[in-house]
């Protein structure tokens, strides 16, 4: 399954608003999840975090270094489905 994510607004203490391709918008908060290490390790800083970005050929949020996540990932976070490997 892969929805596109087609609209991202950084929000305040590692959180985005998302909405995806069909429809479904919603807030994941992404502290719980961040590691903070290698090509994330810039996303700490708030202000650079708050650099986040749709990039419409992958479909999900990517940051200036190249650093972006999984849309199914997303997708299950901020509908609350659970999908296989990401429990």
Same mark, same amino acid.
């Given at each position: 399954?892969?929805? !596109?994510?087609? &609209?991202?607004?950084? /929000? &305040?203490? $590692?959180? /985005? ?11 994941? !908060?992404? #502290?719980?999840?961040? #590691? @903070? *290490? ?6 700490? &800083?708030?202000? $650079? @975090?708050?650099?986040?970005k749709?990039? %419409? ?12 996540? !999984? %849309?199914?990932?997303? $997708? ?5 489905? *659970? ?5």
């Amino acid at each position: 399954m892969l929805i !596109d994510v087609v &609209s991202a607004e950084p /929000l &305040s203490n $590692y959180r /985005l608003r998302l909405r995806f391709e069909d429809g479904v918008e919603g807030i994941v !908060d992404l #502290r719980p999840h961040l #590691r @903070f *290490q290698g090509v994330f390790a810039p996303l700490e &800083s708030p202000e $650079y @975090f708050a650099t986040a970005k749709v990039d %419409p050929e992958l479909g999900t949020v990517k940051w200036p270094n190249g650093a972006d996540l !999984d %849309p199914d990932m997303l $997708y299950a976070r901020v509908t609350g489905v *659970q999908m296989p490997g990401f429990g």
